[in-house]
């Protein structure tokens, strides 16, 4: 069963947390990822396929065979990933959650969007107002999904406007038996740019512990090293980060951070792997680059991957142009030692035996190093 403590996990984000963008936050060190949010409906009128190319499980509308509801890579990702589901209806959930069970370790409920799309039609956001309906749409999960198919049930929802209303609906929460509450700390009218609030954040993960639930928070988290800090003064398991991870998938490592480029090139190259369209490239691609580089409007207008992928290229052998001038000016200044260039990585060991071989040979004519 799925370990929520010490987590940091990548958030559900609709046409972001897709495969490609998984994979990097995978391979970059997130501990879980979740899916972007999926319809009920969308899935249960969906049609699995196996595609042995991609190596994927891949579910298209049954409607128009051309439309990819969800993507996934069982081999890469099953034990890390959370399929996000929003539902209004403990029928319908059961049904879709049971077609995407054997794929993923756990199935999380969407409490927290509150787009009028989803809102008004009983989703997202308004269960938290329909206590009653949200702890049936958990309790089916948890009886007819999550325990035949060993996979665990969760839920992520938002802060209510009180210390009392929120502590209530999480006690009913936590006693339908899910594993984990994932608390976006802003209240449903809160736009992102407010900053979230942690005020019920001790208290809801007190609830949860006395519950054995696992608590994790969300809002303005930007880094793995701050997982610490919110165990420490709020008790929580583990957090979870949006935005921070579309706009740079290396922030689940402790040390590594991917530049813009670095990041553009890799998320490409991911897209063009598992087959993912240039509409979803584009628009992931201009959340990594700010509005004003010229890379974004190249990206805009670009109409086939190939030329999204062509314009990184351009950037990259300029940087790498750059890069080179650089060095060649800088080896002009210092002398020799910066033009012969060393071969050591920062974190490689020091070999002195190959730096002395390096030191005593002729590079710039008329020069001549030792190692002291
Ligand atoms: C582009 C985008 C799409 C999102 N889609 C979802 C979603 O599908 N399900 C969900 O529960 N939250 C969704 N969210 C909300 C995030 O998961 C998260 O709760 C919110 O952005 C706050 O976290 P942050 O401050 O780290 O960005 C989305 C956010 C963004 C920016």
């Known amino acids: 069963m799925i370990d929520y403590k010490n987590v940091v996990a990548l958030a559900p984000m609709v046409r972001v947390s897709d495969l490609p963008l998984r994979t990097l936050c995978l391979k970059y060190g997130a501990d879980l990822v979740w899916g972007p949010e999926v319809i009920d409906k969308a899935i249960i009128g969906s049609q699995r396929t196996v595609n042995a190319d991609l190596g994927t499980v891949d579910f298209f509308s049954k409607k128009d065979p051309t439309r990819l509801i969800w993507r996934t890579s069982p081999e890469l990702e099953k034990s890390k990933l959370v399929f996000q589901l929003g539902s209004a ?33 009983g989703m997202g956001a308004q269960l938290l107002t329909i206590p009653d309906k ?6 089916a999960l948890v009886k007819k999904v999550g325990i035949p198919n060993n996979v665990a049930i969760s839920v992520k929802i938002r802060i209510l406007d ?10 009913r929460i936590a006693a339908t038996g899910v ?7 802003r209240t449903t009218p809160m736009r992102p740019r407010e900053p979230a ?3 019920y954040l ?25 997982l610490q800090n919110y165990q420490q003064t709020y008790g929580v398991d583990g957090i979870m980060i949006a935005r921070e991870a579309q706009t740079n998938p290396s922030c689940f490592h402790d040390t590594i951070k991917l530049t813009q480029l670095q990041v553009c090139r890799e998320f ?6 598992y087959d993912y369209n240039t509409a ?17 409007a190249k990206f805009a207008r670009a109409k086939t991957r190939e030329e999204l992928r062509g314009y990184i290229e351009d950037a990259e052998a300029q940087e790498k142009l750059e890069n080179d001038e650089e060095n060649h000016e800088l080896a002009s200044s210092e002398g020799s030692e910066a033009a012969t260039g060393s071969p050591l990585l920062d974190n490689e060991p020091i070999d002195t035996d190959n730096l002395k071989r390096m030191h005593t040979v002729d590079t710039i004519p008329g020069k001549r190093f030792k190692l002291e």
């Open 268 to 273: 490409i190259d991911a897209c063009i792997k």
């Open 89 to 121: 209806d403990p029928g319908l959930a059961v049904d879709a959650a049971t077609m995407v069970a054997k794929y993923v370790s756990a199935i999380d409920l969407n409490c927290g969007c509150p787009k009028h799309f989803s809102t008004h039609a």
């Open 162 to 171: 009180t210390a009392k209303k929120t502590y209530d609906l999480v006690k």
């Open 197 to 199: 609030i942690y005020d």
């Open 202 to 226: 001790k208290g809801i993960a007190e609830i949860c512990h006395s519950h054995n639930v696992s608590c994790i928070v969300n809002g303005d988290i930007k880094s793995r090293s701050e």
């Open 134 to 139: 949200l702890v049936d749409i958990l309790t």
């Open 280 to 296: 979803h490239c584009k628009y992931n691609l201009t959340n990594f680059v700010p509005g004003k580089d010229p890379l974004y």
């Open 179 to 185: 594993s984990c509450i994932t608390v976006h700390c």
